[in-house]
């Protein structure tokens, strides 16, 4: 099943088309890759589906329903969650309360429920935490849960996004290049990592720099480059496409290099 379509969507920028009439799906529990040069439109791209930017032509469906005008926060609401390219945690808050930050879109309670101390905010309360508790321990983050988020180890961080993404309940999650940064053991924990939510029912949208770890999780892999969708299909056959060679890798050059 389709969970997301983009059907001609272009974003254009003054006069520099960044994003040019790219169609695009992902099927439910796929992990899918995008990749291509620096300034290629990827986190172009990412921010139409996301509804940063609205899309200056073609349209965006997800979960059967045209994202028209949606804010952020609503597609949030809808079912899509990301992380940045830049870790975004709030620096004074543990591990745990990033995450509850998370589920914020899944509450009933309103900030008078809170203000009043109403039961009904506590037991609310009670049950975001037992559902963020359980998503730590899946991601064996459960060890850090009262440290400060940003006091602890790059890769750690990451995963913690992660669980925050998590936290919403989404039905997909887009990662911004979720191995920038990382060292090689740390991009094999975050590989796992990818493999582990997708098989736990979730799929996965990736920005990704590094071929080793996109083509070793990717069921498919499309590539923009300056905005054209130049190729789409399973990363065996993207390593070989020439275009993709030419365009991003440098001709001749290996992808896994
Ligand atoms: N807000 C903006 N205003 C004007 N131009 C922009 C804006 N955002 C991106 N661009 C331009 O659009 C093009 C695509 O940029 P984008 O950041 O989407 O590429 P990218 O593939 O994500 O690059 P990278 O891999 O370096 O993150 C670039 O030429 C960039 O300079």
């Not at 695009?24 to 589906?49: Q, R, W």
Request: glycine share 8%; hydrophobic share 40%; with cysteine.
């Amino acid at each position: 099943m389709k969970i997301l379509e983009a059907s001609g969507i272009s974003k254009v920028f003054g006069g520099l088309t960044a994003v040019n009439k790219v169609d695009f799906h992902i099927d439910e529990h796929e992990i899918v890759s995008l990749i291509g040069p620096n300034g290629a439109g990827k986190t172009t791209f990412f921010n139409l589906l996301t509804g940063i930017y609205e899309p200056t032509e073609g349209r965006v469906d997800f979960l059967g329903a045209e994202l028209k005008k949606s804010k952020p926060f609503e597609i949030t609401k809808l079912g899509m969650a990301r992380t940045f390219q830049n870790i975004r945690l709030f620096s004074s808050m543990t591990v745990l309360e990033n995450v509850m930050v998370g589920q914020h879109c899944r509450t009933s309670s309103s900030i008078f429920d809170a203000l009043l101390h109403l039961k009904r905010h506590k037991n609310e309360e009670l049950r975001i935490r037992s559902v963020c508790e359980e998503i730590l321990e899946f991601l064996d983050l459960t060890q850090y849960k009262d440290e400060i988020a940003v006091s602890l180890p790059y890769g750690i961080q990451r995963h913690v996004e992660i669980a925050r993404a998590m936290a919403s309940s989404p039905r997909l999650i887009l990662l911004d290049e979720p191995a920038a940064g990382l060292n090689t053991n740390e991009k094999v924990e975050m590989t796992t990592l990818i493999r582990k939510i997708r098989d736990r029912g979730f799929t996965v949208l990736l920005i990704e720099h590094d071929m080793k770890l996109v083509m070793g999780i990717s069921d498919r892999v499309a590539v923009l480059d300056y905005g054209n969708k130049i190729a789409e299909g399973k990363p065996e056959a993207i390593m070989k496409d020439e275009r993709v060679i030419a365009a991003y890798l440098g001709k001749g050059a290996e992808p896994d290099a």
